[in-house]
């Protein structure tokens, strides 16, 4: 059997022996009470003489008593000065992961655990591999989330919404926001240290920071100079429960929003003669340019339609109530319009081309314009009549369009989503997502007949809608003077710059991609008050915007000294440079005035490279998916923008937490997991136990790498809580087994171990190596899947179970011991090494529990290569051959204990060969396939002849029972066997 195979075949082949019942259980193999081994006592004039494992550390913790050992670790272990003890090494390399600012809006949920851990998890195994990491744990401390909750902290004095004019009410929130923000802060802080993640907690970055706003300021001037931010009249998406503009991150999309829908018919004004010839002289005064829209507040602000120039449209004959008309509708959505009439009131009379098209003009809805049809690209065939409605104010397509063919771009509805008074006096003060959109259809009925817009039909229609996330409201698309950064300019800089970066898992790299491809700008400014100021002055003659680096850089200095309230406390002739303030004034002209805008927190938190790292250096950003049109988009382009190079070497996506059935979780469903209740235990402890966190740790290590969603819930904590338990009891195992074992005085060279414990050791230089491949892979879940498979399997199931008797019963010092107790050694050692990033508690427990070095600590080591003579090819593949028959032994006696039995084994010759590497003997009671069957006896025997290989003959022992190691192999009726008299008589 080739040797890339051995574990796979052992991990299926030991899955079957404990199915069968024979693998040692962790509760008898590691209960280590009163110097006693349950249920294999020996005699108690032996039991000084037997080598039990003892150990100081308890086998279970109790749930009461799990939080305050995670915290007694913590201290003994140094986990509040690793950070900078590691700081202070010299090592070569270094490795940088960029902290992704969570909110300070609210207690840790169950995303900031998967998150944070998943952080930690990556630092700490660099930090095992020899790597210096570097790690600044940041927040996000500005934006609505904040601003909004700041406002309820006292109701009496809560400042209407749209209604920030005045400083003292400005300085006000800011002064709530900012205490409630830091508030957050410090529980976030603690909660995330209860989770054992590897920091210097005492230097964190904010983005209120006077330094890192001073920093934001330099960084909009680098970028404003270099032409990438601007301010230009544009539609955003703009919120009216709230009176500010939003980026796209900040919507969700409802998608069973119900909207008003119209077919609406616009009577044409003009069209080519070649048209009008091709109609019957009764209907020339009938053509009408159709459209359809959700929209119909936009009706009245429509400045063109649109139609596709690549699609076929045709003249139709139409009999409407009672009415004789000739419609242009798009060929492909004549369905729509069979719909809406019936198909017997259709008759096609033709196509109508693209240059007849081009040349039609029609009257606007509600007033007497003439608007023109225009070819546009954004026009699709997916619903409606191919002709599309264009109020270039109201619709990003629209603008475009607008800027295309000079249309004027006039927005008549204000911040409060109530239209204006550019708009006929009927509409003028109604919202217009509300009583705006009936009163329009009201107005269009009303106003239908000759030559004026028909109503052909109006139906509700439920499809997918922009909502604010915050409040959970429907937005509309509004063009005001804002500021932006030019994504245009900056794209293909930025996908080449992209295609450098590592994306995992590999199959989201595509997602990124679209995200970057299809973002036409970024709106970067907002009317709100929380937050960064946009650092401009504007003249009071022209409004024009006054941007200049000599403005901006004291700007800059005055908010990093006084703190960024500055911006509100002081009036201009405090922000502006003393010089230009003397100039102006020498010149009689008046001061610039201050704007009012703050700056997206996407840039805030976006220009965290600048303001932190100080240049694009980053290796690893590591966020949940929704990122992608978030932190590592604003990121990349702000980055790319300011230097030409992209801030991170790799991104690192996990998904999301649902509840154990799937389910989004919420208060109002009752199945929020608080990570705090997961730690440390609810109210009602029976319900909610105390897990711990390294259980919360096993669970994000075992379920968050490279899955969209997770499950959390109590099945699943019981399952993480019980695998963390069989891994302590291990470890536990492992660490009494080598209490006395000096590894300097007692190492023995490999090539005379046992065959069994070279195997082993094989077994585990595979398993590591796979570990660690995983590691830098960041496939956690591997790893825990991988390091239970390999403790439950390989060590329990096969290796513990067939040492054990010579563990306990041979010579203290004797070879045969030494050689087993050099295997578990090195298993203790590497496993703790390879299991220490997920459960750093347990690693470090079971460390402070070592006999010789009490100041020996988990993560001050260094991972080595492995011994090049651990990996043994050849006899594994030979021990494979050896296990075949261990597996064959256990399915015939399932029930039995071996330790009764003697076996016979007939084999062919190339097995037997194999079996001599454990017994070169006839027959034997202490070899090591007497080991390995757990037999008291084991007799071989060659026939060429065996059809199926080997043949097995089992019987009954025929020594009698040793009273020190419980196994039949005295002879004469003596009382010890010849092994056990041999160790009692070199101990006397």
Known sequence: MPSTNVAAVFTRRSSRWKALGHTLHHRTLCNVKSGRRRGAEPSTQYSATVQLPRTSLPLRVSAANRAQLEASIQQAAGFDSLYAWQRGQNREKEFVLHDGPPYANGRPHIGHAVNKI???ITLRQKLLQGYKVHYIPGWDCHGLPIELKASQIDKKKKTPENQLSSDSATLEIRNNAQRFAVEALEIQRSVFQRWGLLADWGEVYRTLDPQYVSRQLHLFIDLYEKGFIYQDYKPVYFSPSLGTSLAEAELEYEPQHVSPSVFLALPVTSALPATLDRLPSAAQSQLYLPIWTTTPWTLPLNQAICFAPDKPYLLVWVCWKDQRLVLVWSEELLYELERIVGKDQITVMGHIEEQEL??????APLDQRECPCLPASHVTMVK????????????????????????PVECQVDEQGKFMDGVMAE?????????????VLQLLADNGGPRGALLLKEESYTHSYPYDWRTRKPVIIRATKQWFIDTHRIKEAALAALEEVEILPQRLEAGMISQLKNRPYWCISRQRVWGTPIPVFYDPDTNQPIVERSIIQHVAKVLEEEGSDSWWSKGENDLLPPALIEKLQKNGKPLPKKGSDILDIWFDSGSSW????????????LEGVDQFNGW???????SVAATGKAPYRMLYVHGFALDEHGR???????????????????KDSSRKPAYGADVLRWWVGSHAADHSTMTIGQQHLEQGRDSVQKIRAVLRFLLASVKDYQPCQHSLPVQDLRPIDRYMLHLLHFHIQKVWLHYNNMRYNWVAKASLTFINNTLSGLYISSIRDRLYCDARLGSRRMSALLVLHHLLHQLLLSLAPILPHLAEEVAQHFTDANDWRVFHQVITELPSSWHQPQLASAFEQCLTVRERLFKSSPASDWSKLQVHITAEKNLMENLRLLQTSHTSSHSGLCEL?????????????????FSLRLSKAEGGKCLRCRRYTTEGGAELCARCLEVISSHE
Request: net charge negative; proline share 3%.
């Open 118 to 120: 998943l952080k930690d």
């Open 358 to 363: 081009a040349a039609l003009r029609y009257r």
């Open 384 to 407: 409606g009549t191919g002709l599309v409605h264009t109020a270039p104010a109201h619709g990003h397509d629209d603008f475009l369009v607008a800027l295309q063919y000079k249309l």
């Open 427 to 439: 509409l003028r003060g109604l919202k217009v997502l509300e009583e705006g959109n009936q009163s």
């Open 610 to 621: 600048h303001c932190v790292l100080g240049e694009p250096k980053a290796d690893l950003y």
């Open 632 to 638: 590592f988009l604003s990121s990349l382009l702000t």
């Open 664 to 682: 989004k979780m919420s208060k109002s469903l009752g199945n929020v997991v608080d990570p705090q209740e997961v730690t440390d235990g609810g």
């Open 933 to 949: 069957l757990q037999v008291s006896h084991v007799t071989l025997e060659t026939n060429q002849e065996e059809k199926d290989g």
